[in-house]
């Protein structure tokens, strides 16, 4: 076997240990109200991290493009609570007329 299937064996045994390991925690653990604060906001943050990436990543480098007016028209909108619809029409258009110029 090449290095790169060894490689893939000891991630994937990883993978089956870490999952044990949140099987096998005792329920005292994992109804402690920091754990449940943490893993409750543990969503927001995975998903801010895919939208800064998505929004400012290039082939190799950050860019700063239209994506990032459309990414602010969204982060506004969100702030002024419009209707998610009205949202993603706004946000769409900024990064079109952007695009235009």
């Given at each position: 076997m090449?290095?790169?299937?060894?490689?893939?064996?000891?991630?994937?045994?990883?993978?089956y240990?870490?999952?044990?390991?949140?099987?096998?925690?005792?329920?005292?653990?994992?109804?402690?109200?920091?754990?449940?604060?943490?893993?409750?906001?543990?969503?927001?943050?995975?998903?801010?991290?895919?939208?800064?990436?998505?929004?400012?990543?290039?082939?190799?480098?950050?860019?700063?493009?239209?994506?990032?007016?459309?990414?602010?028209?969204?982060?506004?909108?969100?702030?002024?609570?419009?209707?998610?619809?009205?949202?993603?029409?706004?946000?769409?258009?900024?990064?079109?007329?952007?695009r235009?110029?």
């Amino acid at each position: 076997m090449t290095d790169l299937w060894w490689a893939v064996l000891l991630v994937c045994g990883g993978c089956y240990l870490l999952k044990l390991a949140g099987l096998s925690m005792p329920q005292a653990v994992l109804e402690h109200p920091v754990t449940a604060r943490i893993t409750a906001l543990i969503p927001i943050g995975l998903l801010a991290a895919l939208v800064a990436v998505q929004a400012a990543a290039g082939e190799r480098e950050v860019v700063a493009d239209a994506r990032l007016a459309g990414l602010a028209v969204a982060v506004a909108c969100l702030v002024a609570r419009v209707p998610f619809l009205v949202m993603l029409i706004l946000a769409a258009a900024a990064t079109a007329a952007i695009r235009l110029l």
